[in-house]
């Protein structure tokens, strides 16, 4: 059964981007059925919210045309979970203090779901002290308050009353329900992206990785619950779940150290950064100048992060390390999980079409060291970072 989200609008000019809102979560494929105030049906049309939702509004207690269920009853328990945006200072004031008298009220006193409350309102009203004391009541009957940002209002003054945007109300949502807890309390460092090795203040050596795939690693074991810890190299990406700690790192060295010193606390360990295997010996401080002849670098191998946190492994930590092969590529993908002292070694090959470097995809096969093998489809990156989760979870 897919996931379900009932909206609540209430009537503020902030109304206009819970349209916005019930798009992201529809997008998200949730089911959305949204409950307005009166007041709210004087900001967005009704046929707006109905298009939108794919649901028929419920904001009419005594509509004859209703079905026999008593509406709010039925609504107040349908989702998952209980969304009210914009929350204004009266709504706020009813859900507090135990009003009833319109459809929005009447389905937030009879839910038992989380509810969400994000409220939008002029800076005076946020703070006056009746409201505060309404969110704080709030607060201490369960809601998840999305408390409101600083920023341009609509009355012409800037301060803090904003509502938050709606991608952040959607992403609290969805993290929320989307939480597992088969990891919770676990912590998980995963490795990310590219290395950069100084040659001289303005050029480096790097490579293609994006950093994708570990992101989607830390994402997905965040999902399941777990306090990560991404140890990212350069790149653009962005961590989005807030159970995700990241620690931007640029060379193999400092990619290294980071590792080291957080390996000793961590339940498990996914290296998937491309960690560059040579530095520059001697990186210049000024500029090397082109000159007449060609340049010669002399480079030096850099700390094997991996090998040397295999070496240290304690009972009960696992570690899980990459291996990206251009031609003997199980019997070496084989010798890495030895030599390395790894529980796993997940291949990539770069002769798939489709996986490996800069692709949205990848296709991977994962080695135990119990002599267990699975090979994947080409899929999703997102796809393949549960998939090997997955594999961890059950060994
Ligand atoms: N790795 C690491 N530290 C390094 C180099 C690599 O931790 N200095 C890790 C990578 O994050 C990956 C695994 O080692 O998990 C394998 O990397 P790969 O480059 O395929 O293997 P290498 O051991 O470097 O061997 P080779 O390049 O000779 O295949």
Same mark, same amino acid.
């Given at each position: 059964?897919?996931?379900? *989200?009932?909206?609540?609008?209430?009537?503020?000019?902030?109304?206009?981007?819970?349209?916005?809102?019930?798009?992201?979560?529809?997008?998200?494929?949730?089911?959305?059925?949204?409950?307005? /105030?009166?007041?709210?049906? +004087?900001?967005?049309?009704?046929?707006?919210? %109905?298009?939108?939702?794919?649901?028929?509004? !419920?904001?009419?207690m005594f509509d004859l045309n209703r079905t026999l269920d008593?509406?709010?009853?039925?609504?107040?328990?349908?989702?998952?979970?209980?969304?009210?945006?914009?929350?204004?200072?009266?709504?706020?004031?009813?859900?507090?203090?135990?009003?009833?008298? $319109?459809?929005?009220?009447?389905?937030?006193?009879?839910?038992?779901?989380?509810?969400?409350?994000?409220?939008?309102?002029?800076?005076?009203?946020?703070? $006056?002290?009746?409201? +505060?004391?309404n969110i704080a009541t709030l607060k201490e009957k369960g809601?998840?308050?999305?408390?409101?940002?600083?920023?341009?209002?609509?009355?012409?003054?800037?301060?803090?009353?904003?509502?938050?945007?709606?991608?952040?109300?959607?992403?609290?949502?969805?993290?929320?329900?989307?939480?597992?807890?088969?990891?919770?309390?676990?912590?998980?460092?995963?490795?990310?992206?590219?290395? !950069?090795?100084? *040659?001289?203040?303005?050029?480096?050596?790097?490579?293609?990785?994006?950093?994708?795939?570990?992101?989607?690693?830390? %994402?997905?074991?965040?999902?399941?619950?777990?306090?990560?810890?991404?140890?990212?190299?350069?790149?653009?990406?962005?961590?989005?779940?807030?159970?995700?700690?990241?620690? $931007?790192?640029?060379?193999?060295?400092?990619? !290294?150290? +980071?590792?080291?010193?957080?390996?000793?606390?961590?339940?498990?360990?996914?290296?998937?950064?491309?960690?560059?295997?040579?530095?520059?010996?001697?990186?210049?401080?000024?500029?090397?100048?082109?000159?007449?002849?060609?340049?010669?670098?002399?480079? /030096?191998?850099?700390?094997?992060?991996?090998? /040397?946190?295999?070496?240290?492994?304690? $009972?009960?930590?696992?570690?899980?390390?990459?291996?990206?092969?251009?031609?003997?590529?199980?019997?070496?993908?084989?010798?890495?999980?030895?030599?390395?002292?790894?529980? #796993? *070694?997940?291949?990539?090959?770069?002769?798939?079409?489709?996986?490996?470097?800069?692709?949205?995809?990848?296709?991977?096969?994962?080695?135990?060291?119990?002599?267990?093998? #699975?090979?994947?489809?080409?899929?999703?990156?997102?796809?393949?970072?549960?998939?090997?989760?997955?594999?961890?979870?059950?060994?």
């Amino acid at each position: 059964m897919g996931r379900r *989200i009932v909206l609540c609008i209430s009537g503020g000019i902030a109304a206009y981007k819970s349209l916005y809102l019930i798009r992201l979560f529809k997008g998200a494929g949730y089911d959305v059925k949204v409950a307005a /105030t009166a007041n709210a049906l +004087q900001f967005v049309t009704p046929l707006t919210i %109905e298009t939108l939702s794919q649901n028929r509004l !419920y904001c009419d207690m005594f509509d004859l045309n209703r079905t026999l269920d008593v509406e709010h009853i039925a609504l107040a328990e349908w989702g998952d979970a209980v969304v009210v945006a914009p929350a204004t200072a009266n709504i706020i004031g009813k859900y507090a203090n135990g009003i009833a008298n $319109d459809a929005v009220s009447t389905l937030l006193l009879a839910t038992k779901r989380p509810v969400f409350v994000a409220p939008a309102m002029n800076t005076s009203m946020f703070e $006056d002290s009746s409201v +505060q004391r309404n969110i704080a009541t709030l607060k201490e009957k369960g809601c998840l308050i999305l408390s409101p940002e600083d920023g341009f209002l609509a009355c012409g003054t800037t301060g803090k009353g904003r509502m938050q945007e709606p991608e952040a109300i959607f992403r609290a949502v969805d993290e929320h329900l989307s939480q597992g807890n088969e990891w919770s309390g676990k912590r998980v460092m995963v490795t990310a992206g590219p290395t !950069y090795e100084q *040659i001289d203040p303005v050029r480096f050596i790097g490579n293609n990785s994006s950093g994708l795939m570990g992101f989607c690693l830390a %994402e997905e074991a965040a999902r399941k619950g777990a306090d990560v810890t991404l140890v990212a190299g350069p790149t653009t990406l962005t961590a989005k779940h807030s159970k995700i700690k990241r620690i $931007d790192v640029r060379s193999a060295q400092e990619m !290294y150290e +980071q590792c080291i010193s957080l390996a000793g606390s961590q339940d498990i360990m996914i290296m998937a950064a491309a960690v560059a295997d040579f530095t520059p010996a001697n990186p210049a401080d000024e500029k090397i100048k082109k000159g007449e002849s060609g340049l010669t670098l002399e480079l /030096t191998k850099t700390k094997d992060i991996l090998a /040397t946190i295999g070496k240290g492994k304690r $009972d009960g930590q696992t570690l899980v390390g990459f291996a990206l092969e251009t031609q003997n590529e199980v019997e070496n993908a084989k010798k890495k999980l030895h030599a390395k002292n790894a529980d #796993f *070694i997940v291949l990539n090959s770069l002769r798939t079409k489709g996986a490996g470097f800069q692709t949205k995809t990848n296709q991977v096969t994962i080695f135990g060291k119990d002599g267990s093998e #699975f090979s994947s489809e080409l899929m999703d990156k997102s796809e393949i970072a549960a998939l090997i989760l997955n594999t961890i979870h059950a060994y």
